[in-house]
């Protein structure tokens, strides 16, 4: 069992919004602003996608957004496009013991 | 081009071992934290281990101490993770992934993985 709870699995039609939550504790999550999220592909590499909650890197569209709430962030994607059918995952710093933790991943389907 | 080849992962039995590699390239090794990350057959990624740039401090997760020892090499450019006393949970592709140039608490770049597969 990851220590981020994501939902398995969400569903858009494209040009539509679609967000994914990734709740977690005020150990991780909520006591910190180092959340990240990154996109995977089946059979390949996780890509960065946001970090630092709500930072993009350069090259990722900006159609992708992340943001916070107490012990839950979010990622956001707006204008759904059928090339952001993917897992997603995300990742918070849980202090300097534990380092980081993931969550279980979402699958994102595009209709 | 920053890039990151993972090297060593195969079939292995309960209790035995393995040398991991990962080959860095289009970035200055030494100046970054390095990761590895596992990722078990459908399932979540899971941090493992993490190294300082000179290697002067390591972490691990907990389910790993003791057994797995991540280690580099500045002058070959090089990532490694011994992995002692395996275990069938172990199953999983292994990442090598650098902690991020504008965070250090994110992971921007990642190799594509090796499969350690244990079983009996």
């Known amino acids: 069992q990851s220590a981020l709870t994501q939902p398995r699995s969400v569903s858009g039609s494209p040009g539509q919004s679609v967000t994914i939550s990734c709740t977690g504790t005020s150990s991780d999550v909520g006591g910190y602003n180092y959340v990240s999220w990154y996109q995977q592909y089946p059979g390949k590499a996780p890509k960065l996608m946001i970090y630092d909650v709500s930072k993009r890197p350069s090259g990722v569209p900006d159609r992708f957004s992340g943001s916070k709430s107490g012990n839950t962030a979010s990622l956001t994607i707006s204008g759904l496009q059928a090339e952001d059918e993917a897992d997603y995952h995300c990742?918070?710093?849980?202090?300097?013991?534990?380092?980081?933790?993931f969550g279980g991943g979402t699958k994102v389907t595009v209709l | 081009e920053v890039q990151l080849v993972e090297s060593g992962g195969g079939l292995v039995q309960p209790g035995e071992s393995l040398g991991l590699a990962c080959a860095a390239s289009g970035f200055t090794f030494g100046n970054f934290w390095m990761s590895w990350v596992r990722q078990a057959p459908e399932k979540g990624l899971e941090w493992v281990a993490n190294i300082k740039q000179d290697g002067s401090e390591t972490r691990y997760v907990d389910s790993v101490k003791g057994r797995f020892t991540i280690s580099r090499d500045n002058a070959q450019n090089s990532l490694y993770l011994q992995v002692n006393s395996l275990r069938v949970e172990d199953t999983a592709v292994y990442y090598c992934?650098?902690?991020?140039?504008?965070?250090?608490?994110?992971?921007?770049?990642w190799g594509r993985g090796t499969l350690v597969t244990v079983s009996s």
């Open positions: 992934a650098r902690e991020g140039f504008n965070s250090p608490l994110s992971f921007d770049f």
């Open positions: 990742c918070s710093y849980a202090g300097r013991n534990t380092h980081v933790v």
